[in-house]
């Protein structure tokens, strides 16, 4: 069976019908429907054509810089030692490769946590796996570079949590680039079942300073009454181009708390969807970015109220330097009958400098009236009222700026329960501070 | 013994003169009132001592023990000794009491000198306990969804963990109950001494039963334009400040 | 100048199919018949253009500029990528393009056409009103029938007249900022407006001149499948003041109409605008408008607008903010009743330091109504001391009423800020069961809290146009409880 051979290079770039056939050879071991949801999918991906300016979904965009040329579909994978400041990872990917595991506790092991990679959870768990894996509508605009994803994606970690079971330490994922032009399609799929708890973290890292192509998902499925805490860290190199695709489903009662940190990059797209399909869902979204140089994040997310009685909270808060910019689009849908939905959607942009450029399209759609609806977003230097008040108890203006733009992060780093995941973020960010 | 003299100081806002003429010398160990109907410009006064940016200083000195601090950064001034408690306190999102106060501790320490811990939560939990204020509060952001109680306190734990020579004290009493009034007034009854001068800004005087002041002023437009002991407060409690208005538009007829 | 209550369409059911001669009887239906001196036809061609000119013997620069208008038109798609489908029921062949009477504007009351007369009469404007009229344009489909402009007005130099008239004894002026604010290709529609416009007014206010009384205006569409597109140019020169008003009201029709007008304003140097409409479209109304002004240095532009009725009414006025301090100021309130959409917004475009703009927008919809809040706030490059402050209110009054909000805000540097927020929500039961426990009906207790939800801003309107929406949000509510 082949790929599509019509499709012209220009839609394709790097990843012609070619180099999906690699792809699919190397994962003789997936299942039939594993394989033809990637074949469905690459047909999608080559017959789509690029973003144009004129997009709604990518207004404000740099739709120019979108190249899908200069970057190796299927790189080798070199060992290569890698730390993250998150612990020691229990699943390590580079270059689409598991190069790292260290397995979970035995005593979760007995209890039937599962934290493994995509292509073993196929033999092991073939029903969940083909429950949830690739099974997320995409709705926030990049359908070319989801499709793309579908259709490479080989390697990824797996996590499961039965039924009523609690993993009180975060699973570690680390997902690496490493050599020019690698493009790389991590991948998390995070299920558990009724009222499981887990934290898991995915860290993106970038092994060098060449530019790297990183095109994931994460798939985030929370059953009835559990409660997932999700990190993801973006760190790839600043010559890199990542999209990353998120999609939670939580389900009645469950709660999820999502907490993205956007680092790495020279261009990064984020889309993040909630979907809230029964009574008691919650999803609390939360993301920080720190843009400098020319950085420019992207960031489109989408709340979705299927079922009365649910609630989100989306706060976004992206600090800019020099001359970078960003994109916070977000909208909130409540459906008709989704009554005594409460949702909220903050966008808080902070502008330290004056040829960084912020746009916000914070948008709503209710189709339900007795719901509780709020969104506000801001964009404005550190507020001269505050740095008096610090400067009037003797602190000097820089200290003030410092403690205020930290001050800034904090609110959103204190929604973490885990000390230990708030402090390993808040050094991230200020590690870039201090560059 | 240190001295703070505001010699004939004009402030604008903008284009708009508030402060017209405005002269007091405060030694430490005195407590000072001054008072006045709104619009008088009591607020711009502290807050043009303090270096708030937005408040032009156009004619006059301020001095610290005889040096001038006018060229001086709202935070340099702070560390020369001048403390404003201020009316309205900022929200400062993220930055918690706990951190905050050790930033401005720090700040007046030299170069490369660092801040016992130990001994500074020591004294910070104490200050906390004698203003009544929940020790949980060292994590909160500071005056985040504080009530206007709490805000207040919290200035006045600023102040004692500060230990400035000379306090500006905005309208303090507005927005307190009386259970509150009573702690942030025994709060700085507690500091009165011979190392710090009070400067108390207040439209009633009803604060004036609680810290009782050394002298009082009357400020209208701009200037004082009468000086007494705390009868004076009385009397103009009694009198209202339709009086001052009157004989200050009979002063200036003449 | 403005419709009463009492008259306004009250029941869809009493449309009439076919018109008969004379006023039609049927209640809330102000349609009735008039000789039209002039009719361009239905459709759209160069022939259209050419012969619309032609009645209102136009200059050739005129001509041409409407030719290529009209080629812009043709070219440009319709905007649904990011508005609604429901432009395309549209049937762009189906639209009277031009109509006149021919009648020149009149100077006095005696004047007045007496059935013109009459249809003041049927809208139930009182006798002391139609007096007030005297301050009044009036415009009957596409030329202005009644134009008499007060005294102390024209003495202070001002210069108030329908559009055709302005173009023919004030070309210079009208020329040099015609087309300046709204460029022909704006968008589709302030194309088609371009190539077609007749009537709306031309304003031009001297330096120091302060209007004190508001200039008004009254529009209203009178013929089926006949669009009104109306052209107004405001200039208020260095330090002037001027409000103006207008109030529309239409019959109700059978098949779609179209109005699309083009609005305007240029303040110069310290100059202040206010412009104020309430409108109230027949249902089956496409109600595509193109507003914005230009606020130069230390001027100000205040839009003040208010929608209820229309199918699908699109309307951004908008504020170019182009001198030092200039300040942009749009108060919106839109009501959407069933099988409307009101697609309202604003935009603000800052182009020089320390500008100041302000947006709030209140909607409410009721039944199966959709309201939606569509703005734009761009602060570019290099600009210190901007700043802009919006928020946008929903109230939905029945369990799947519709609103939508969709801000685009770009701010560029660290010297400005801005601020958006926004929120739905319903009526407070508590406080309904509150009224009706002093013995108001749930209808009545209804509108007064929309009328409480609005109250703020419907206090900027001046007093017999707050009175009136009043009287008009009574009539909307009825019958949306129970």
């Not at chain 1, 400098?292 to 649910?310: G, S, V, Y």
């Not at chain 3, 609604?84 to 109509?99: A, G, H, Q, V």
């Not at chain 3, 400005?416 to 927020?421: F, G, K």
Request: proline residues 4%; aromatic residues 8%.
């Amino acid at each position: 069976m082949s790929a599509p051979t019509s499709a012209p290079r220009s839609l394709t770039g790097s990843f012609p019908a070619e180099a999906f056939a690699q792809h699919l050879t190397s994962l003789a071991g997936a299942p039939a429907w594993w394989l033809d949801r990637q074949r469905a999918a690459y047909e999608t991906y080559a017959g789509l054509p690029m973003p144009r300016r004129t997009d709604e979904s990518w207004r404000f965009s740099n739709v120019v810089g979108l190249s899908l040329d200069g970057f190796t579909a299927n790189p080798a994978a070199s060992p290569t030692a890698l730390t993250s400041p998150f612990g020691t990872p229990h699943l390590a990917f580079l270059n689409n490769t598991v190069v790292n595991r260290n397995a979970v506790p035995a005593e979760l092991v007995r209890q039937g946590v599962v934290v493994t990679t995509l292509v073993e959870a196929a033999a092991q768990h073939p029903e969940l796996l083909r429950a949830h894996f690739m099974a997320q509508p995409q709705k926030l605009g990049s359908g070319k570079f989801a499709a793309l994803h579908s259709a490479f994606v080989g390697a990824g970690a797996f996590v499961y949590v039965p039924r009523g079971v609690e993993v009180k330490e975060p699973i570690l994922i680390t997902h690496a680039a490493a050599g020019a032009g690698s493009a790389v399609f991590p991948h998390t799929l995070v299920v558990l079942e009724e009222n499981a708890r887990a934290t898991v973290v995915d860290h993106f890292v970038s092994a060098d300073d060449a530019a790297h192509f990183a095109c994931g998902a994460n798939d985030l499925y929370a059953g009835h009454g559990s409660q997932l805490t999700y990190i993801g860290a973006q760190d790839w190199s600043r010559t890199s181009r990542s999209f990353q695709f998120n999609s939670t489903v939580v389900r009645r009662d469950a709660r999820v708390q999502s907490l993205n940190l956007h680092l790495g990059g020279r261009q990064a797209r984020h889309e993040s969807l909630s979907q809230l399909q029964a009574p008691g869902a919650f999803s609390e979204m939360l993301a920080l970015t720190v843009a400098d140089d020319t950085q420019e994040f992207d960031q489109r997310t989408l709340q979705i109220h299927q079922a009365p009685n649910t609630k989100s909270d989306l706060l976004y808060k992206n600090a800019l330097r020099d001359q970078s910019k960003t994109i916070f689009s977000g909208l909130i849908v409540v459906d008709p009958d989704a009554q005594k939905t409460d949702a909220y959607q903050s966008n808080r942009n902070l502008m330290l400098s004056d040829d960084a450029e912020a746009s916000s399209l914070p948008g709503l759609e209710i189709q339900a009236n007795d719901v509780r609806c709020t969104h506000g977003a801001t964009t404005s230097r550190i507020d001269p009222e505050q740095e008096f008040y610090l400067q009037a108890r003797g602190i000097s203006k820089a200290a003030a700026d410092e403690l205020l733009t930290f001050g800034f992060f904090e609110e959103v780093l204190n929604r973490l329960e885990s000390d230990p995941l708030h402090d390993v973020l808040r050094t991230l960010i200020q590690s870039q501070f201090k560059k | 013994m240190s001295s703070l003299e505001i010699k004939n100081l004009h402030v604008s806002i903008g284009e708009k003169e508030i402060v017209k003429g405005f002269t007091l010398t405060i030694n430490s160990g005195e407590v000072h009132a001054i008072m006045g109907p709104n619009g008088t410009g009591k607020s711009t006064l502290s807050k043009a001592i303090a270096g708030h940016p937005d408040y032009k200083i156009t004619q006059g000195e301020v001095l610290v023990d005889g040096k001038s601090i006018l060229e001086l950064e709202a935070d340099e001034r702070a560390r020369a000794g001048i403390f404003l408690a201020f009316q309205y306190p900022s929200e400062i999102t993220g930055v918690s009491i706990a951190n905050f106060l050790r930033a401005a501790l720090q700040a007046r320490l030299a170069e490369g000198e660092e801040l016992d811990a130990s001994a500074y939560y020591k004294r910070l939990y104490d200050k906390m306990d004698r203003l009544k204020i929940d020790r949980k509060f060292t994590s909160r952001a500071v005056n985040e969804g504080f009530s206007g109680g709490e805000k207040k306190r919290c200035e006045i734990l600023q102040m004692a963990m500060l230990e400035p020579k000379f306090a500006l004290m905005d309208e303090t009493d507005s927005g307190l109950d009386i259970d509150a009034l009573r702690i942030v007034a025994e709060g700085v009854n507690a500091m009165r001494g011979p190392n710090l001068g009070v400067l108390l800004i207040t439209h009633y005087q009803r604060l004036l039963d609680y810290i009782v002041p050394d002298h009082v002023h009357v400020m209208y437009d701009g200037q004082i334009v009468k000086s007494g002991d705390k009868s004076l407060a009385l009397e103009l409690e009694a009198k209202g400040y339709d009086w001052v208005k009157k004989e200050f538009a009979t002063a200036s007829a003449r | 100048m403005k419709p009463s209550p009492d008259t306004l369409p009250a029941d869809e059911a009493t449309a009439v199919e076919n018109p008969v001669s004379g006023i039609d009887q049927s209640s809330g239906n102000f349609r009735y018949e008039m000789d039209y001196a002039f009719d361009a036809g239905t459709g759209l061609t160069e022939n259209t253009v050419r012969y619309i000119s032609e009645v209102k013997k136009e200059a050739s620069w005129l001509l041409d500029f409407r030719l290529n208008a009209l080629k812009t038109f043709h070219s440009k798609p319709l905007p649904t990528h990011w508005a609604t489908k429901d432009l395309e029921n549209i049937n762009f062949d189906k639209i009277r393009y031009y109509l006149s009477q021919g009648l020149k504007p009149k100077r006095t009351w005696e004047e007045v056409p007496d059935d013109i007369k009459k249809t003041f009469e049927r809208l139930g404007i009182p006798e002391q009103e139609r007096k007030f009229l005297a301050g009044v344009e009036a415009q009957f489909d596409s030329e202005a029938a009644y134009s008499n402009i007060k005294e102390i007005v024209s003495k202070q130099g001002v210069i108030f007249v329908n559009s055709t008239e302005g173009l023919r004894e004030h070309p210079e002026l009208f020329r040099k900022f015609f087309g300046k604010v709204i460029p022909t290709g704006d968008n589709k529609f302030s194309a088609l407006n371009s190539a077609v416009f007749s009537g709306g007014s031309f304003i031009y206010v001297p330096p120091g001149v302060k209007v004190a009384q508001p200039l008004q205006a009254y529009f209203r569409i009178n013929a089926e499948n006949f669009g009104q597109f109306e052209r107004t140019l405001i200039i208020a020169d260095e330090g002037s003041e001027v409000t103006y008003m207008e109030g529309c009201t239409a019959p109700k029709f059978s098949t779609s109409t179209l109005h699309s007008a083009v609005v305007e304003l240029v303040a110069l140097k310290g100059a202040k605008i206010q412009y104020i409409t309430v409108q109230n479209w027949s249902s089956n109304v496409f109600n595509l408008v193109t507003k914005r002004g230009v606020a130069h240095e230390m001027a100000e532009i205040k839009w003040i607008d208010c929608n209820i009725g229309s199918r699908l009414t699109m309307k951004y006025p908008g504020v170019v903010l182009k001198g030092r301090k200039a300040r942009g100021e749009v108060i919106s309130i839109a009501l959407a009743n069933d099988g409307q959409h009101q697609d309202t917004g604003a935009k603000m475009i800052h182009q020089a330091d320390e500008t100041t703009s302000n947006i709030v927008a209140k909607s409410i919809s009721v039944g199966q109504g959709r309201s939606t809040y569509r703005g734009q706030v761009h602060i570019p490059k290099h600009l210190k001391g901007c700043k802009n402050n919006t928020e946008c209110d929903a109230l939905l009054i029945n369990t799947n009423s519709r609103t939508d909000t969709y801000p685009a805000i770009t701010v560029k540097g660290d010297r400005n800020a801005v601020q958006h927020e926004a929120s739905v929500s319903k009526v407070n039961e508590e406080m309904i069961f509150y009224m009706q426990q002093r013995g108001l009906t749930e209808g009545q207790a209804m509108s007064l809290a929309v009328n409480g939800f609005i109250n703020d801003l419907a206090r900027q309107f001046p007093m017999e146009y707050s009175v009136e929406l009043k009287r008009l949000i009574d009539l909307e509510m009825e019958g949306s409880v129970g």
